[in-house]
């Protein structure tokens, strides 16, 4: 099974500020990665597929790269709607697995 | 723009039946482009798909090991809705249950999930 570890657990990120998101996968899943936005009582909503592209209506402020074992999701400046939980998703192989997380609370 | 409205009790006691409906507007359970998946949420366990259902002239059926002996997914093209049935539940089935959607492009599917239904916690206890 292939291992998502996210990191940081919580990133305290000012409005307006620079957010940076790390997830690594234990071994490599090409670019068959995926990004999602959880807020709290709400499902996970798709942000970014294919590593790097944005899903219907996700707004250009968020950003995907990365490909083998290392990815980044960056939010180039925060908005007040997007303190929230952010998971990675690999779907290069069985079983499809999740990171943990990475909570983007307000500094 | 597709729509998933879950339903189901939010308790069920330890070795019963955990049952739980996903009713899909905008799209067909039987389309051909499309799998209706289960997806659970727990602290202790995260994010955990369960399985799938998806229509290619006859009707198909992915599990995941860890729950493959206790569950079912059926579609009803009469209500066009997902069932999801686990048995023998314990505390450790206790989580939030989506539905969600997957889309085949070409011969594959995505495996990514777009869009989830609303969630529905579900709590094994007697």
């Known amino acids: 099974e292939i291992v998502m570890t996210q990191s940081p657990a919580t990133l305290s990120v000012s409005p307006g500020e620079r957010a940076t998101l790390s997830c690594r996968a234990s071994q490599s899943v090409s670019s068959n990665l995926a990004w999602y936005q959880q807020k709290p009582g709400q499902a996970p909503r798709l942000l970014i597929y294919g590593a790097s592209t944005r899903a219907t209506g996700i707004p250009a402020r968020f950003s995907g790269s990365g490909s083998g074992t290392e990815f980044t999701l960056t939010i180039s400046s925060l908005q007040s709607e997007d303190f929230a939980v952010y998971f990675c998703?690999?779907?290069?192989?069985?079983?499809?697995?999740f990171g943990g997380g990475t909570k983007v609370e307000i500094k | 723009q597709v729509q998933l409205l879950q339903s189901g009790p939010g308790l069920v006691k330890p070795s019963q039946t955990l049952s739980l409906t996903c009713a899909i507007a905008?799209?067909?359970?039987?389309?051909?482009?499309?799998?209706w998946n289960w997806i659970r949420q727990s602290p202790s366990r995260g994010l955990e798909w369960l399985g799938r259902t998806y229509y290619r002239s006859k009707w198909y059926n992915d599990y995941a090991v860890s729950v493959k002996s206790r569950i079912t997914i059926n579609p009803d093209t009469s209500v066009n809705q997902v069932s999801l049935q686990l048995n023998s539940v314990t505390a450790e089935d206790t989580a939030v249950y989506y539905c969600?959607?997957?889309?085949?492009?070409?011969?594959?599917?995505?495996?990514?999930?777009?869009?989830w239904g609303q969630g529905t916690l579900v709590t094994v206890s007697s």
């Open positions: 998703q690999q779907y290069n192989d069985w079983p499809l697995t």
């Open positions: 905008g799209d067909s359970v039987s389309s051909n482009s499309a799998a």
């Open positions: 969600a959607r997957d889309l085949e492009r070409g011969t594959y599917f995505e495996n990514w999930f777009d869009p």
